[in-house]
């Protein structure tokens, strides 16, 4: 069981942004490593505060840097990505809100597919429009299910999107899209509750989807604890990710308080 303690906190695979991210990500859960990104929103850098952001990312237990958000309206991705690399080694991956969200400068990218939702842009049209941009890069693609889930609220996810979440107590519909996805040929499956989610991924969900598919599962939103981390990893997670408790507070990985 993994634990957040000082002595004995799980130790991140992915130190080096050469190496395959995806091969990483599967090597990690066939040897049951746990990994975890930090999701930064370029809309909310404030780039005064840039070098103590990046301090502390270095400081965490974080595997990766994910990069993206639902909007993206200012034009940092580029600067924000390079300030990153200058003196963070992890992989940096663009998790993309539309195909506008795509720098070279990145790693790799979560090719998504909204299997949630209905809507054909977030289904298929914006993976049409990127394809092109995509094939000028030297980008790792690594297409993902993304698949969105009731959190109590509405989030930027499905309001940009226009599409409703899931259910969050309809556990067998969750499993059935995430098999639809693995069968689809996606090598991730990504069960998300939203940006600033009032409720996590139900646990029960995390479990059922994990335990009936062959691919990695990331699972994030509304996770605002390292317990809540904890308990996402004991449900089978294989990699969780923090967006909004890190913006809110970058000493949320401080060890010497738990």
Known sequence: MLTFTKKD???PIMKNRKENIYNQILNAKLNRQKLLAILLDPDKIIWSEIDNLIAKINQSPASHVFIGGSLVQNNIL???ILKIKESCILPVVLFPGNPSQISN???GILFLSLL???NSDYLIEHQVQAAPILK???LEIISTGYILIESGSETAVQRVSKTKPLDRKNDSLALATAQAGEML???LIYLEAGSGAKQAVPLTMIDLVSRNIEIPLIVGGGIVSLQGIQDAYEAGADLVVIGTAFENNIEFFNLDKI
């Open 116 to 118: 949630s939702g209905r």
């Open 9 to 11: 906190t799980f130790t």
């Open 105 to 107: 400068q990145a790693d």
């Open 185 to 187: 040929g996606k090598k």
């Open 136 to 138: 000028e890069t030297d």
């Open 78 to 80: 580029d600067k924000l």
